[in-house]
């Protein structure tokens, strides 16, 4: 199991969870940004910046990504090309996508995305808060622990 962090939007707070995580659990966590990310020394954290350019990220973290693999992210469109791939992706806010859920959630962005394009104010998600980072921890925790005992 390897674990890809779609890295530009990642909270700081998430990535620090991570790393800890990688020390803990010995699996290599691979952060995919346009941007470079400075990351803590560590045999287990790996950096990959890619061009600049719309889904650049995405497309390198699905082409690379297993069905063994989690994937860390909040773009849903993503989440469903690693739930095809036979993948899991877990949001920063700790929700988890997989097969049985994220048809429905990406019909639920897409209904919304088309309500913004027509102009109707849908409002945004509350702030990122410590609540977000406690059930993105749980998880993850969880997720990592049924790794290790299959």
């Not at 674990?3 to 991570?18: F, Q, R, T």
């Not at 920063?92 to 959630?105: A, E, F, H, K, V």
Request: charged fraction near 30%; hydrophobic fraction near 40%.
């Amino acid at each position: 199991m390897k674990i890809w962090v779609d890295g530009d939007a990642c909270p700081n707070s998430i990535k620090e969870i991570l790393y800890r995580a990688s020390e803990r659990t010995k699996i290599t966590v691979f952060f995919i940004a346009n941007d470079y990310l400075r990351l803590p020394p560590s045999d287990y954290l790996e950096m990959l910046q890619v061009p600049d350019g719309p889904d650049v990220a995405d497309d390198e973290i699905a082409e690379r990504c297993s069905a063994e693999d989690l994937v860390i992210t909040a773009d849903i469109p993503l989440a469903a090309r690693i739930v095809k791939k036979g993948g899991r992706a877990l949001d920063p806010r700790g929700t988890l996508y997989d097969s049985n859920n994220i048809g429905q959630i990406l019909d639920m962005r897409n209904f919304m995305d088309e309500l913004r394009g027509s102009g109707v104010e849908t409002g945004g998600l509350d702030k990122f808060g410590a609540k977000d980072r406690l059930t993105f921890a749980n998880e993850l925790d969880k997720i990592l622990t049924a790794h290790q005992n299959a």
